[in-house]
Every structure is written in C-alpha cells, then in structure tokens.
C-alpha cells in the first residue's frame, strides 16, 4: 500500500510562509513523479507544484514565483516552502505520486491531505 505523509500544514497570516513536507517510501519516491495539488471549498482540485522528470518543475499559474517544490533523495521527501501566502491560498494541500507513464491524474496516489489556512 502507497503511504503519502504529509506534515506541515496550519494557520498562517497573509503574507507568511509555510513548509510543507511529504514523506513516502524509496520505490515510490524512485518511481513516481512526486508533487503537490490543493483544493479549496467548492472548488475543483488543481496543481500547485509537481516534477516532471529529472529536476524539471512545472507549477500552477497562481503559483507566481511565490512556491518552491524540492525534494530530498536521501529521505525519500518532496517538499513545498511557500512564501507571501494569501488568503486564496487556503485549502487543503495533498501530496501526490503521478505514475511516469500517465498523462492524466487520474492513477495518482494520495496523501490524506494538511489543511492550509490563511487569515487576512
């Protein structure tokens, strides 16, 4: 069974930052392309941050310099350190395992999810 366990999450105020972390097992860390999705109330799920292969990133518009997607090899780790939040950036935050051979999202594991919460 896929585990996705994520830390990190809580209330910041707009303008602050937070680290997410998202800690899996070597063959999924190895395997999969690892990133970050969020989804706030009423609205769908979409992309903050995900690697693509090698070191290439790719980041949700809204993103704007203001994310960092990282990962650390040697504790099978995906980070994201988000800086200048706003309150639009309240939601819950999941870590995702995207299959290499998918071209959808449709096949990805989950995390359970670290609620986000920006106050104004």
């Known amino acids: 069974q896929v585990q996705l366990v994520e830390s990190g999450g809580g209330l910041v105020q707009s303008g602050g930052s937070l680290r997410l972390s998202c800690a899996t097992s070597?063959?999924?860390?190895?395997?999969?392309?690892m990133g970050w999705f969020r989804q706030a109330p009423g609205k769908e799920r979409e992309l903050v941050a995900m690697f693509t292969g090698g070191a290439s990133t790719v980041y949700g518009n809204f993103v704007e310099g203001r994310f960092t997607i990282s990962r650390d090899n040697a504790k099978n780790t995906v980070y994201l350190q988000m800086n200048s939040l706003k309150p639009e950036d309240t939601a819950v935050y999941y870590c995702t395992a995207k299959p290499r051979w998918a071209n959808g999202n449709e096949n990805n594991f989950w995390g359970p999810g670290t609620q986000v919460t920006v106050s104004s």
């Open positions: 070597r063959s999924i860390f190895n395997s999969f392309f």
